[in-house]
């Protein structure tokens, strides 16, 4: 059924953002995720990071350790043991020894002289530096022993380590993340480079491990987007799986809102919101254009297309079953507008429904019309159900056992649309056939030629042999009126007596009577 625009389009953005919540939570979860692992992987490596440089400084101090009671003796004396230590110690490029204030010996130049400033040294100890004059550009961490008591004055010996070493294991330890090593004002960097200004900030999940041992801190962290590369990069299956459950999801939602809003679903909606109401076309007495009945004819008041004609929805309601229920939902109503005034009609007032093959392939219709007999005063009304004859149903055990019931509780079967169709003389007592209804198309013959008119006589001669009821459908002039009053048609239903009206019009216009 069509459907209003704003619904529409709603219905087409619907699938997309049931889609996409599958696919925002998950990548909420994974990113929550990812940074997690991000601030562990963190915390793991420069700790690590921090565990290897100690181990590194272990080894020269060791070395300075071991040559501090060499410092004071002459250059000469000491220079093999300085030698000794950069040829067994992995980590030692050099080693050196100083008194008061002056290095004086190297275990590469053996004499020479420079000026040692303790205050380079954090804690005294160790001293991260660019470079010097052997490898300059090379950064290297100098560590220093130191004694100074009265037998041995500001004494020193100090073991130099390549920078090389700790770079590579900032490198090696640090995949996602920039590790940092930090000594006093001074930092080294993956990169080889030494610096005093700020530390680099970090964006995400900054972490600092200090050493217990020795003054150094190792600073790492990530930058922006580092969680979203991860996410990349290690789960790629996770990010797939999200996208397929969501492309899952959005169709899922897709095909039950089209299942939601095909036809049939759309007929049960209506008949749950009381949709489906009755129209009331009276049947007139031929001889004195009284009311005797009126048949009453399914509309649809739709929300938005207003009243739909019958023969846009009936065929549609035949197919899938619906049309039952909706019968038996107009019966309903009809019951509830008509018993009120039942006393004031006429005797044997007919109320006549169309009912379709669907209605005949159980007892349901029998049930439905037994308790519409309930709701009126006993013998007030006569109920009518209309057969098309445009289309003939298969008689068989429940057919007859159907019609015979109805007939038994006081039902009468007309046979509508007659001339249109070929039902036999067997077919008309399978369904105990009581009344006639001549096709409008007959009728619209009168008055037009004397050829078809024949035809209409020969109907009417028909429906009298069978010795039947026979109504005349369709009846718009006087003309067509007084003809058919003339050939004893016992009523005459059409606009020129009444067109299909509302309820309301309807009792109003029974309530003037
Ligand atoms: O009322 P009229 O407007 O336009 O009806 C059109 C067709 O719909 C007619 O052939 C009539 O028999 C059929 N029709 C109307 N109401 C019902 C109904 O309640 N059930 C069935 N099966 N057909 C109906
Ligand atoms: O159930 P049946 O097929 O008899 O349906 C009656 C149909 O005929 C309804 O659609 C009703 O609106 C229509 N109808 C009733 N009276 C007249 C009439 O005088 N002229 C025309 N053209 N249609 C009519
Ligand atoms: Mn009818």
Redesign the pocket.
Known sequence: MPLNRKSARRNALLPWLVGAVPVLLGLVITYWQAERALVNEGELTATQTVGQIERILDNVAGAADELLPLAGTPCADAQLALRDQVARRPYVRSTLIAERGSLYCSSLFGDFRERLNAADYVGGRLSLISGNSVTPGRAVLLYRAHRDDPQHPDQSALAAVDGTHVINTLNTLGRHNDLILQVGADWLSADGQVQEQALPVFDMAPVTVQSARYPISVHTGFAAGSAWQVMVSDYPALLALLLFLGLLAGLVCRWLLKRAHSPPAELRRALLAAEFVP?F?PVVRSTDKHWAGAE????WQHPHLGLV???LF?PLA?DCGE?VP??RS?MHQTAQLISPIAHRLGEQFHLA????AAHCQDLTLLADCREFLAAFPEGSIKLVL?L?ERELIEPSDVTQRLFAELHEIGVKIAL??FGTGHSSHSYLQAFKIDCLKIDQSFVAMIGVEALSRHILDNVIDLCHKLDLQIVAEGVETPEQGEYLAAQNVDYLQGYLYAK?MSGADFVARLSQA
């Open positions: 129209y076309q009453v004819l399914m509309r004609r019958p023969d009936i035949e049309i909706m019968t107009l429904f169309n009912i379709s209309e098309t509508d649309d299909p």
